[in-house]
């Protein structure tokens, strides 16, 4: 991770969300976590959560979060990963289809307070 310069209105977050079933938690964690540590290698990265649901009644049950120091250090990390990932043979669409996983992802901005 590097450090904090940018101003939180600038930031960038990404946030994954995730239904996994049960018996895909290990093989998703695991690659989740080493999705992780790859992006944490990025310039940019503010910082990184692998968050997993304990309780409540949402449909998702793991969110995965990386914050930006903004827009242009999302997209290049978007980019490299993307490099990185073909290169070591990661295809997250298969992998998530193959362990039955669910995904909405997006960024998302700060909203300016009043």
């Known amino acids: 991770m590097t450090s904090i310069t940018s101003s939180p209105a600038q930031r960038v977050f ?5 239904k996994v079933p049960s018996s895909a938690r290990d093989a998703f964690l695991e690659q989740a976590l080493q999705i992780h540590r790859l992006l944490q290698t990025e310039p940019g990265l503010v910082q990184d959560f692998v968050l997993e649901q304990v309780e409540g009644s949402g449909a998702f049950n793991f969110i995965t979060i990386t ?3 903004g827009a242009q250090a999302a997209e290049v990390a978007r980019v490299a990963a993307g490099a990185k990932f073909k290169a070591t043979g990661i295809d997250l669409k298969e992998i998530y289809g193959r362990l039955g996983v669910e995904a909405d992802q997006s960024n998302y901005t700060e909203v300016d307070s009043v």
């Open 14 to 18: 990404r946030v994954n969300k995730f």
């Open 67 to 69: 914050i930006w120091e």
